[in-house]
């Protein structure tokens, strides 16, 4: 049973960083794709970015270049979303999501609990 | 960049009704990228659909998905109390805004 666990709500100044966690259990990291997806308050889903297996690398939406850097720990399991230069807008639930072998790339089939992030003065 | 319209934003029905919701790409896709979503308040989305009309795994069949190139459709053939919620579709690396079941 895959199971991502992320860490807890953060409040944060504008213009500094955040970064959060997200442990898996049930797999090994280096057998998953991990992706980092926003949700502001009352608003839709964002794609932040993930690890493209097909290019062996990890990719950024374009709004998000320059500002975010995604990060794995294989030793501990532990994928990280580092967000900096932050601004009210950046206030919403962040999750961690990837896709088991079950269903195989381009959708989520597992997500983690979220982490609020709030930015205010 | 693909952008994804759902339709309509709210559909306001009863218990038991049939609930049909349209997902709609700006140019056609890969239906092995196309994916639905449940989301109830609180909660972390749920993967309902992928592969454009695959089940997850522990979805009920009353959920089913279809469609190819730039239209899909997700339909729920009953309405239970628990399918009252916020469903989105999802390409890759986009998401719809998403489309809101109600009671009505």
């Known amino acids: 049973q895959v199971q991502l666990v992320q860490s807890g709500a953060e409040v944060k100044k504008p213009g500094a960083s955040v970064k959060v966690s997200c442990k898996v259990s049930?797999?090994?990291?280096?057998?998953?794709?991990m992706h980092w997806v926003r949700q502001a308050p009352g608003k839709g889903l964002e794609w932040m970015g993930g690890?493209?297996?097909?290019?062996?690398?990890?990719i950024y939406a374009q709004k998000f270049q320059g500002r975010v850097t995604m990060t794995e720990d294989t030793s501990t399991d532990t994928a990280y979303m580092e967000l900096s230069s932050l601004r009210s807008e950046d206030t919403a639930v962040y999750y961690c999501?990837?896709?088991?072998?079950?269903?195989?790339?381009?959708?989520?089939?597992?997500w983690g609990q979220g982490t609020m992030v709030t930015v205010s003065s | 960049e693909i952008v994804l319209t759902q339709s309509p934003g709210t559909l306001s029905l009863s218990p038991g009704e049939r609930a049909t919701l349209s997902c709609r790409a700006s140019q056609s896709v890969s239906s092995s990228y196309l994916a639905w979503y449940q989301q109830k308040p609180g909660q972390a989305p749920r993967l309902l659909i992928y592969?454009?009309?695959s089940r997850a795994t522990g979805i009920p069949d009353r959920f089913s998905g279809s469609g190819s190139g730039t239209d899909f459709t997700l339909t729920i053939s009953r309405l239970e109390p628990e399918d009252f919620a916020v469903y989105y579709c999802q390409q890759s690396k986009t998401f719809g805004q998403g489309t809101k079941v109600e009671i009505k």
């Open positions: 690890f493209d297996p097909e290019d062996g690398e990890t």
């Open positions: 049930g797999y090994t990291l280096t057998e998953l794709s």
């Open positions: 592969g454009a009309s």
């Open positions: 999501a990837t896709a088991t072998p079950l269903v195989g790339a381009g959708a989520f089939d597992i």
